[in-house]
């Protein structure tokens, strides 16, 4: 599966903002602590402010391992 690849200052340009109505960016961190965004919220971003996510790099996503 691929995901968005962003910098730190483009992840907290998105954080928690609007990608289309009543859908908020949600960047999470993949195993090597790359900040990344998933293709859905690329794809249905409808934002004018941020339509540079179109744009970024797609990597492939590997998660973090969860501890229980």
Known sequence: MNVGLLTIEQKNLIEGKE???????????DINDDWIISTQEIDMCTNENYQWVKDLPLIDYVPKEVNL
């Open 19 to 29: 990608y289309t109505t009543d859908s908020l960016f949600n960047p999470i961190q």
